[in-house]
């Protein structure tokens, strides 16, 4: 089984008191949870379902915009669509996944297309699973607890 950095293997220690990187969450949440989607709704929707569960979540509405909030908030997992107007799900993932501080965070992909195609491009690009939409509450929770260990 694949094991998952921690956040706190990710972080990046610095000295200097004015960086930039923002990881302060609640004690009491379980995890940080990024939704990308350009939709307001699909956001809006699992951010409200997420946070009644206790997980801290951060939200972008694309690839760039996820791209540099996930440097400054660093998630335990992301939730990442697909269609996506400048930078797509496919290649926002190729490019976490490539990447040497974040390239062990799960990315889930997201997405109205079903197709075997769809399916087995996010796989190719590094994305741990695909959940198509609309989504339940349900198949957001099992994604969390299939990829990181008990939530956290």
Do not use: W
């Not at 951060?58 to 998630?75: C, H, M, N, Q, Y």
């Not at 290649?91 to 997201?110: E, H, R, W, Y």
């Amino acid at each position: 089984m694949k094991q998952f950095a921690t956040t706190e293997e990710l972080s990046v220690p610095s000295n200097d008191s004015d960086s930039e990187v923002s990881d302060t969450r609640h004690p009491e949440s379980l995890a940080r949870v990024m939704i990308v989607d350009d939709s307001v709704t699909i956001r809006r929707t699992a951010e409200t379902l997420l946070k009644r569960e206790g997980y801290d979540v951060v939200t972008a509405e694309d690839g760039f915009e996820a791209l540099s909030r996930i440097v400054d908030k660093r998630p335990d997992i992301i939730f990442l669509d697909i269609m996506m107007p400048r930078l797509d799900g496919y290649q926002t993932c190729a490019v976490i996944k490539n990447n040497q501080d974040f390239g062990t965070t799960p990315v889930i992909m997201l997405s109205s297309k079903d197709s075997i195609f769809d399916r087995a491009r996010g796989a190719l690009v590094g994305s741990e699973q695909y959940v198509t939409k609309p989504f339940t509450r349900e198949e957001l929770l099992d994604a969390i607890q299939q990829h990181l260990k008990h939530g956290e």
